[in-house]
T-cell receptor, first 114, second 114 residues
Framework: DQQVKQNSPSLSVQEGRISILNCDYT??????FLWYKKYPAEGPTFLIS?????DKNEDGRFTVFLNKSAKHLSLHIVPSQPGDSAVYFC?????????????FGGGTRLMVKP | ETGVTQSPTHLIKTRGQQVTLRCSSQ?????VSWYQQALGQGPQFIFQ???????GRGNFPPRFSGLQFPNYSSELNVNALELDDSALYLC?????????????FGSGTRLTVV
């Protein structure tokens, strides 16, 4: 039972254009959603998060949108840069979970072409 | 300020053997979580330790066990290795057991079971 899904395993975008990464979830008890970025041979690094009571959070080139009724969130990167090429994971957390476990999606590999 | 250090970086074991993976938490962090990332999938929560006590566990069998030491470093032990245990094992530390936002991930240990 996959509670967090990223249906696009890969995405290719031209430098300077917008990258849109999508994520769907099934558990309505999730309180926060996070995006992580992972380069090869490195651990995931936190990128941006959004509370379930908000519908948008922006940080520089990165914006996350949350549609609770559709149980869908997306990460927008504008403008995309070659250094953004990495695997992006969507993750969710319910604050009353024991151990505060993160539930991750399967990841989307973003390739930004110069 | 040092980050999260995991050892070894790569390991090959035979089915049925036992393995111990190690993690040194970031300075000042008292909480450590372990995740398993199989090839092509997102990380899956194994368990979390807070001040040397297990503080939550994911859907992993008892042959996955852990320890946290007084200096907050940690070990993940896996007994009776199976081929499906081949994965990247990620350790993450934080200064607060109540939230995953402060997680710092290590680069992981790549375990191959043959």
């Amino acid at each position: 039972d996959q509670q967090v899904k990223q249906n696009s395993p890969s995405l290719s975008v031209q430098e300077g254009r917008i990258s849109i990464l999508n994520c769907d979830y099934t558990n309505s008890m999730f309180d926060y959603f996070l995006w992580y970025k992972k380069y090869p041979a490195e651990g995931p690094t936190f990128l941006i998060s959004i509370s379930s009571i908000k519908d948008k959070n922006e940080d520089g080139r990165f914006t996350v949108f949350l549609n609770k009724s559709a149980k869908h969130l997306s990460l927008h990167i504008v403008p995309s840069q070659p250094g953004d090429s990495a695997v992006y994971f969507c993750a969710a957390i319910g604050l009353n979970n024991a151990g505060n476990m993160l539930t991750f999606g399967g990841g989307t590999r973003l390739m930004v072409k110069p | 300020e040092t980050g999260v250090t995991q050892s070894p970086t790569h390991l090959i074991k035979t089915r049925g053997q036992q393995v111990t993976l190690r993690c040194s938490s970031q300075s000042g962090h008292n909480t450590v979580s372990w995740y398993q990332q199989a090839l092509g999938q997102g990380p899956q929560f194994i368990f979390q330790y807070y001040r040397e006590e297990e503080n939550g566990r994911g859907n992993f069998p008892p042959r996955f066990s852990g320890l946290q030491f007084p200096n907050y470093s940690s070990e993940l032990n896996v007994n009776a290795l199976e081929l499906d245990d081949s994965a990247l094992y990620l350790c993450a530390s934080s200064a607060d057991s109540t939230t995953s936002f402060g997680y710092t991930f290590g680069s992981g240990t790549r375990l191959t079971v043959v």
